[in-house]
Nanobody, 131 residues
Framework: QVQLVESGGGSVQAGNSLRLSCLVSQFRYNRHCLGWFRQAPGKEREGVASICSDGRTLYAHSVNGRFTISKVSAYDSLHLYPQMTSLKPEDTAVYYC???????????????????????WGPGTQVTVSS
């Protein structure tokens, strides 16, 4: 069973940076996509960034140019690292990582911010940005 655990959340002032981490364990898929989502108070969960095993990435318009996502893979696990810079109060949210299903070689890998494209989810980590 794939398991995801986020860490690195906290409280920062606007303009500062924060690096989150997500450990994805029991994960041995060669072709896959991973995603970061967030849910602000009173709002629906939204996609923030996605990265696939071939390195292609996709960012939400609201974070493009401020957030970057990277990953480091091991045999049966990987770490996902969203780097957030120039943080704004509206970035305050619970941040979640998610993993998609393995994709066969005949299926093109396309980064996606759609929640329905992901199967496993972490419990989330709180990020609070104060002005």
């Amino acid at each position: 069973q794939v398991q995801l655990v986020e860490s690195g959340g906290g409280s920062v002032q606007a303009g500062n940076s924060l690096r989150l981490s997500c450990l994805v364990s029991q994960f041995r898929y060669n072709r896959h996509c991973l995603g970061w989502f967030r849910q602000a108070p009173g709002k629906e969960r939204e996609g923030v960034a996605s990265i696939c095993s071939d390195g292609r990435t996709l960012y939400a318009h609201s974070v493009n140019g401020r957030f970057t996502i990277s990953k480091v893979s091991a045999y049966d696990s990987l770490h996902l690292y969203p780097q957030m810079t120039s943080l704004k109060p509206e970035d305050t949210a619970v941040y979640y990582c998610a993993s998609g299903p393995p994709r066969p070689v005949w299926v093109d890998l396309i980064p996606t911010l759609s929640q329905s494209d992901y199967v496993h989810w972490g419990p989330g980590t709180q990020v609070t940005v104060s002005s």
